[in-house]
């Protein structure tokens, strides 16, 4: 079945610096990656996603990479703000189903003033 | 419009006690997920409704857990004789058509802490 991890665990990065999250996958058939934000008390939510048919995708100051080949994905954040605090998942579709998604176990990331 | 909610939002018990977790879903949304977080833990899959179809519920942890869906709107999830390793999130998550990954919405959690 599918494996996805998530690396960094904790990633601290000055305000106005680039963020950069990065997952791996292990069943070449997959062909979904989303990446959902977490608050504190709050559910995850979706803020971007790409298929496989492309190589990159943005929405202002984040974007998503992924790599078929190397099986892997990334999110990138750009000029950081204290708002883009949270916790970050990436996800991969999992097993025979097309709606079961497997998860990254997590990035928490900081924004130092 | 209204998001996906979850009650209660807290819920603390004692070991050997059932618990009863509800989510009510986005109107018209006919995927319904549940997930289980632990502390500083991604999230686990626990069970699946897509429409009228019968569930998936290969994710549930022990024959403790169980899950329905009423008149494909509201979900329960039941923990019977709660342990303390039942102590988590459990998140809720809906989803407009589950016949393909798609995003989806999630609730607050419910945060039960078994004693």
């Known amino acids: 079945g599918e494996n996805v991890e998530q690396h960094p665990s904790t990633l601290s990065v000055q305000e106005g610096d680039s963020a950069v999250i990065k997952c791996t996958y292990s069943?070449?058939?997959?062909?979904?990656f989303p990446w959902y934000k977490q608050e504190l008390g709050k559910g995850p939510q979706l803020i971007i996603d790409?298929?496989?048919n492309v190589g990159e995708k943005k929405d202002q100051r984040i974007a998503v990479t992924l790599n078929k080949t190397a099986k892997h994905f990334s999110l990138h954040i750009t000029e950081t703000q204290p708002e883009d605090s949270a916790v970050y998942f990436c996800?991969?579709?999992?097993?025979?189903?097309?709606?079961?998604?497997?998860w990254g176990a997590g990035t928490k990331l900081i924004i130092k003033p | 419009g209204a998001g996906v909610s979850q009650s209660p939002s807290n819920k603390v018990t004692e070991k050997g006690k059932d618990v009863e977790l509800r989510c009510d879903p986005i109107?018209?949304?006919?995927?319904l997920y549940w997930y289980r977080q632990s502390l500083g833990q991604g999230l686990e899959f626990l069970i699946y409704?897509?429409?009228?179809?019968?569930?998936?519920k290969s994710g549930l942890p022990s024959d403790r857990f169980s899950a329905e869906r009423t008149g494909g709107s509201v979900s329960t999830l039941t923990i019977q004789r709660t342990q303390q390793e039942d102590s988590a999130v459990y998140l809720c998550?809906?989803?407009?058509?589950?016949?393909?990954?798609?995003?989806?919405?999630f609730g607050p959690g419910t945060r039960l802490t078994v004693l």
């Open positions: 790409i298929r496989s």
């Open positions: 998550a809906s989803s407009l058509d589950g016949t393909d990954l798609r995003e989806q919405f």
């Open positions: 109107s018209g949304h006919t995927a």
């Open positions: 996800a991969a579709p999992g097993g025979d189903s097309n709606y079961q998604l497997i």
């Open positions: 409704f897509q429409g009228n179809s019968a569930p998936d």
């Open positions: 069943d070449s058939a997959s062909n979904y």
